[in-house]
Nanobody
Framework: VQLQASGGGLVQAGDSLRLSCAAS????????MGWFRQTPGKEREFVAT????????DYADSVEGRFTISRDNSKNTVYLRMNSLKPEDTAVYYC??????????????????WGQGTQVTVSS
């Protein structure tokens, strides 16, 4: 599976962005999808994950209520809608695909494939 993330940019606090991650290769719907983020000098941090069907989602406490993960299996794409952005949301955002179960999908080691990352910068 190859993943291509896009949609990052420079925005002001309170603004919204939608990230997209397009997948190619093996059947997209067989993978749990996740979004992670990373800032310099810190470990990669879980943001959100979505089950294969899209019925189940999970979020980090820091983004719960502001971010929404969704997927369109017909388009082989997963999205991350980010509302009410804060300066602390500034990071490189990565999408990832996991062939493992949904339980424990907050752990980056559970993911088999990663996109290249897209930079999100939120100014105050």
């Amino acid at each position: 599976v190859q993943l291509q993330a896009s949609g990052g940019g420079l925005v002001q606090a309170g603004d919204s962005l939608r990230l997209s991650c397009a997948a190619s290769g093996r059947t997209f719907s067989t993978y749990i999808m996740g979004w992670f983020r990373q800032t310099p000098g810190k470990e990669r941090e879980f943001v959100a994950t979505i089950s294969r069907s899209g019925e189940s989602t999970d979020y980090a406490d820091s983004v719960e209520g502001r971010f929404t993960i969704s997927r369109d299996n017909s388009k082989n794409t997963v999205y991350l809608r980010m509302n009410s952005l804060k300066p602390e949301d500034t990071a490189v955002y990565y999408c990832a695909a996991s062939s493992d179960g949904f339980y424990g999908a907050q752990v980056s080691l559970r993911y088999d494939y990663w996109g290249q990352g897209t930079q999100v910068t939120v100014s105050s």
